[in-house]
């Protein structure tokens, strides 16, 4: 297997694992990123960008990262709360009056970053034409009623996550989350990282395909037996609901859908860029650039839902848009917060460590929350440490 870029001394455990997933754990095409106090100290690609296996994967390769994107389009609303123009703790319908019905009066923008609004699916799943065309998403949760009483539990909102982010923030500010990401964030650090990918980059993008783990990598079970992909093959569940909001599910390689804005599951980025991004959240980078305040930061990995997840089936914990270390999601340690994709990229900060991590793939794995090349990684990362 060769290896591509470049690893810091002690960082070594990285590298080995990073092979390792190739050789034992099935990744096809894929790359590693870790900065640490701002400063890159590991960047390595290996494998092809493509499924048959003929096109390497080289240093600018970008990948959809599926969920992953949650945690950075998530910087979007901390930002304009840190600049004062989102409130967190205002209700959704003062910036969007059409939410305000069927019950949903009082979820608040808190809520929904941290999975409480009780929108988790539509009671008609949306076709791929209408969750991409800027309207249609924004009508269906506004109408939807709550599948419980808001803020009263959480569960993962894993599609309409995008259409209750998108509209806020167009409500908000009179822009796209893709374009606010662009513009205030990923052109002033220099991040290659998209949602809605522009046509000038797209020859840039690996094909993703599915691949069968190894029996050992399965996903994480609910105590004693209920696991999220049991929960996701019985049609009536929440959680196959909640996944299946668009119905049926895109073609994640279509120029329409990368080009699309749906910030729960399209982002498009490198590692390099994940990794500079999460270690911009929690301090400067190379260059003298950073995201958040000490103050939003703490409002980022401060949890602010915990147990039962009533669309995972699993305990998860979430902060306010990110997703903090647990069982469901085992990170760097209990100070770091991030964001999975399902099928196996991760991105996460730890503060206490100074880390800002990025790792993205072609192989899908069926991982939801804790793929194990991810955890792999992060497990090389903690021993180098």
């Known amino acids: ?57 080289t240093e600018d390769t970008a990948q959809i990262v599926r969920s992953a994107t949650k945690g950075v389009a998530a910087a979007v609303p901390l930002l304009l709360h840190q600049r004062g123009l989102l409130d967190l703790d205002a209700p959704v319908g003062s910036y969007w009056p059409e939410f305000k019905s069927g019950g949903k009066e009082r979820i608040l923008v808190r809520d929904v970053l941290a999975h409480r609004a009780g ?7 949306l076709t791929a034409a209408e969750a991409a065309d800027g309207v249609s998403g924004a009508r269906a949760v506004a109408a939807q009623q709550p599948f419980w009483e808001p803020g009263t539990g959480h569960g993962y909102h894993a599609q309409t996550y995008s259409w209750l982010l998108s509209e806020l923030v167009l409500r908000a500010t009179g822009r796209t989350v893709g374009c606010v990401l662009a513009e205030e964030i990923a052109e002033p650090l220099g991040l290659e990282f998209w949602i809605g ?44 609901r909640a996944f299946a909001a668009i119905d049926p599910l895109p073609d994640e390689n279509a120029p329409a859908y990368r080009a699309a804005e749906l910030p729960a599951s399209n982002g498009i980025g490198t ?21 958040f305040t000490p103050a939003t930061t703490a409002l980022a990995a401060r949890e602010h839902s915990a147990g039962p997840d009533r669309v995972l089936v699993v305990n998860t914990r979430f902060g306010a848009g990110y997703m903090l270390h647990g069982p469901a999601s085992p990170l760097l340690s209990p100070a770091s917060f991030g964001h999975p994709g399902r099928g196996g990229s991760l991105g996460f900060a730890d503060p206490e460590a100074g880390i800002g991590f990025g790792y993205v793939t072609n192989a899908l794995a069926k991982s939801v929350t804790a793929d194990p090349r991810a955890q792999a990684l992060v497990r090389a990362l903690r021993s180098a440490l």
Do not use: C, Q
């Open 119 to 125: 929108i988790p699916a539509l009671d008609r799943g």
């Open 197 to 240: 990918l522009p046509e000038a980059e797209a020859h840039r993008v690996g094909r993703v395909a599915a691949v069968e783990p190894p029996e050992s990598a399965g996903m994480l079970r609910t105590r004693p037996r209920r696991n999220v992909s049991e929960a996701y093959a019985d049609p009536d569940s929440l959680t196959r």
């Open 271 to 291: 590692a390099r860029a994940l990794a500079r991004f999460y270690g911009a959240t929690i301090g400067v980078v190379e260059d003298g650039a950073r995201i």
């Open 1 to 57: 297997m060769e290896v591509h870029g470049t690893v810091a001394e002690g960082f070594e455990p990285v590298r080995d694992a990073f092979v390792r997933n190739f050789e034992v754990l099935g990744d096809r095409g894929a790359a590693v990123a870790v900065h640490r106090d701002g400063r890159k100290v590991v960047d390595l690609w290996a494998g092809t960008r493509d499924a048959e296996g003929t096109e390497p994967w």
